[in-house]
């Protein structure tokens, strides 16, 4: 078995998440990567869009829960329907980069995979389609696994950082340097030396590695995972034991279980404009402001300012309000201050105890 | 004709007001006397259960308008159709009293005739129908026009107050007093003032007189609207004589038209809880206190405090915040501190200007 890289370039688009910090719009069948969070089209939709001048339809697999596989291949017809790659249910990002490279790996040994999340912003497509050819460049020349490291902007808490060391590659322009750690959302005070530090990056959760590479890491360092794999490879998806092998899985993620304590690990440096849009107030990194704050949908304001109006289907009236998010749907309605938008999670919390799942 | 008073009781209820203050849940063919602000039973449908202890539903005249005749026929199933008073447009409280007076007067022209406001709430039936059958015994005894005249337990500005003189009577066990002036919606140093001095009271905005004094005085005080009115019973109800003759009519309120003018004003003072819910966070005068506030329809708090919260379908989810009214329909939401509720009529218009006619 060859695992070169010299093969194709295959495109893994992880859609996997829930997404409870955009209730009331986002919901079980209706996750985050599923909103058109940036007024237009879906975050899943965008995500495919922006990789597929660089790799064709039948190069990108998605891989999602099983709750939105309908609405997710509903989203992307011109995805062959053996390139959504459906979770029985979730088991973190490593078995989720695990069972793909082991689809790509039964079918191309030599390939060069990109692994891409579905719910993220990023408004200039040439620029991440160079950073993701870089990255693949690098995974062919240097074998090991490589990241995308991205400028960070602020003392961020809820991020993963990485310290870069010495420059080990050039590809497309752009940097290529090894990373010495993983340090996984810090204090406040190590936010802000990192930052202050400028040997420090953000995660981007964007990777690219030949499968040879990943299978190999995979089995050194999560080989139950590994193993379970091989066994799921044998057996025909969705059966019973195909069922049974895949809750088996060990859940972890492939930050923590594979990149923490990879051998050969190098970061591509991008400086794109980036966002997760990791919350209701985290809309005003991807839409224009309007009197301080943002609006998306059927929105009418008489003064306030700082606001994060939303609407999906009913006039949101918003008058004299200020640092408030407004988020309205069909069938609920949801009002909170922006410093307590991430509270959003104890309410789902809260209805799922009393029992409201319709509206979950 | 006799205009003696010895006939029969009859309750008119004026029924006409838009509410745009209760935007969204009010719309033109909903306005406030047709929402259920206590809960329960629109207010309309409250206002008529009161007063049908004491007269029969054939003595319950009520006068509404057009956009919403259907809506109140359909909640007073009870009535007989003719006692739907429908005006083809507003002109004011003169001509709505006017009109019931004209058309009681042609069945029973000896009758005594109660005028009361379909939008108050007015928890004890059994205090208001004392209260009204002394005002009525006083109609009947003294003449005149006679009012009820309310506790004030505020120094509100947004309504008038009436200054009483001597004691004319006791009717079931209630005092009757002169009126010597009425004072609309005072300023505040002035509304202290009557407050402190105890001689003054709230109009209530219910009446009670024969209909003979209550023509009379339209006649002397009034002679282009009595005039009017009696071309109006000449003709055919809805036809286009009656159409012309009605637009022609002068609108102008029975308070400024008639009772600060009319020569012979008694009141009946009364103590019963009493409410004409003016906005938004009026509603806490008639509802039980959650949290400091007021929850009404499908409401769920976390934290936060003194806040309005309506819901006429959608859920409401409110997280920590606090002194704002949020209401909520299927096709739009209200978010406005609660010392800014008035300016939802702002807002009306706004949506008027902006051509949301669906809206409204």
Known sequence: MTTSGDG?????????????????????????????????????RLAVDRVTPLVSPERVLVVTGAEVAAAVRAELPELPAG?????????????????????????????????????QVIPDGVALRRALAAAAATARARGGLVTLALRPTRAETGFGYQELGEIVGREEGLEVRRVLRFVEKPTRECAEA???????????????WT??????????????????????????????????TWRSLPAISVDFGVMERAANVSSVLVDFA??????????????????????LGDVVTLDGSSNVLVSDGPLVAAVGVRDLVVVAT??????????????????VELLRAAGRDDLL
Chains 1, 2 share one sequence.
């Not at 996997?16 to 879906?42: C, D, E």
């Open 194 to 208: 990192m930052l202050a530090a400028g040997t420090y990056r953000w995660n981007s959760g964007m990777f690219a």
């Open 211 to 244: 499968v040879g590479a990943i299978r190999s890491e995979l089995r050194r360092l999560l080989p139950a995972l590994a193993g379970g794999l091989d066994r799921l490879s044998a057996v025909p998806a969705g059966g019973e034991e195909f069922l049974d």
């Open 83 to 119: 390139n959504v790659l459906v979770e029985p249910c979730g088991r973190d990002t490593a078995a989720c980069v695990g069972w793909a490279a082991w689809r790509i790996a039964a079918a191309s040994p030599d390939a060069v995979m990109l692994v891409v999340p579905a719910d």
């Open 8 to 44: 194709p370039l295959v495109v893994v688009v992880m859609a996997g998440g829930a997404g409870t910090r955009f209730w009331p719009l986002s919901r079980r069948a209706r996750p985050k990567q599923l909103l058109p969070l940036t007024g237009g089209r879906s975050l899943l």
């Open 330 to 347: 069909r069938d609920a309605v949801l009002v909170v201050p922006r410093d307590q938008a991430q509270r959003v999670k104890e309410l």
């Open 274 to 295: 980036w966002s997760d849009v990791g919350s209701w107030p985290g809309l005003e990194e991807v839409l224009p402001a309007v009197a301080g704050g943002v609006r």
